[in-house]
């Protein structure tokens, strides 16, 4: 296979995709648009029932390693990629999708173990992760490390601090790893999918009426138009992505 700078996801039917909180929401829509396109996939959630009902459907359409656990646990992040690199020998797109929407409470008030619950997820083990694949995707001078953000990690909203902080930081690690991995081969998007009707805004809204918000399966195409492009490195938004004809 040669990727080179493009990953051409129509029409390389044996590009690897691994992709965290892939069992629901977001993360489960892209893993069928990739699986549609006959990209291997590796999986993982922290919910073992629900990560095995994905992977079952998704073996339907392509090879899929699905192995249950804590993003947030490097010693299951190292397993995760070891597993997937034994089975399909490479990793071209890492989606880090899974995130932990903690406490919604202020800052003042916010309880500090949450805090650091809430950045092991949502930033330090997107980075293991990242580390983890780098070295396959550095050999090959190929690849692509798409990072899930939040408008929430830009815009300051009350009660959202904790979550917020910790998308802000992992968008400013992958500005970070992008400059350091300038000439590379290796690309570091961030996006921000907007707001959808999932299980975590729903936990972050209780009792609010979301059914007018896009599902996931609406949000997810755009993660297909950012494989199909060429862009350089850096933060993309969901809706512009979609707003762009295919
Ligand atoms: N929904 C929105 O409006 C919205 C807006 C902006 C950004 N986002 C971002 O979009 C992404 C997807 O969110 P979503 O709305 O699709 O959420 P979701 O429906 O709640 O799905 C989250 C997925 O991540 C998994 N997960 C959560 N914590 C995990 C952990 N520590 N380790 C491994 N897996 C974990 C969940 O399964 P388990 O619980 O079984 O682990 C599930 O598969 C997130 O990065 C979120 O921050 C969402």
Redesign the pocket.
């Known amino acids: 296979m040669n990727l080179d700078l493009d990953v051409d996801v129509d029409k390389d039917s044996r590009t690897v995709a691994l992709i ?10 892209i893993a069928r648009l990739f699986a549609a396109r006959g990209m291997r996939l590796g999986l ?5 029932a ?2 095995h009902a ?1 992977a079952q459907e998704l073996s339907a359409h392509t090879d899929v390693v699905a192995l ?6 490097q010693e ?1 992040d190292a397993q995760l990629v070891d597993k997937v690199l034994e089975a399909f020998g490479h990793v071209d797109v890492l989606v ?6 903690g406490p919604m409470a202020e800052l003042a008030d916010y309880p500090l173990d949450a805090l650091g619950a809430v950045l ?3 930033l330090v ?1 997107p980075l293991a992760l990242a580390r983890l694949v780098l070295p396959s995707m550095r050999r090959r001078r190929s690849g692509v490390i798409v990072n ?5 990690g830009v815009q300051a909203y009350p009660t959202w601090g904790g ?1 917020g902080t910790s ?1 802000a930081a992992l968008e400013h690690a992958s500005r970070v790893l992008a400059a350091e991995l300038e000439g590379s081969g290796v690309r570091v998007y961030v996006v ?10 729903r ?2 809204e209780p009792g609010v009426d ?1 059914s007018h ?1 896009p599902g ?1 399966a609406t949000v997810a195409p755009a993660f297909v138009r950012l494989l199909q492009e060429t862009a350089a490195s850096g933060r993309f938004e969901a809706a512009a992505l979609l707003a762009v004809p295919v």
């Open positions: 965290t909180g892939a069992s629901r929401g977001l993360g489960l829509e993982t959630a922290r919910g073992a629900a990560l994905a249950p656990g804590d993003v947030a646990d299951h880090n999708n899974a995130s932990l929407l092991r997820a949502n083990g899930v953000t939040s408008d929430a979550y998308k921000d999918p907007g707001d959808m009707n999932t299980a975590m805004h936990e972050a979301l918000l996931p």
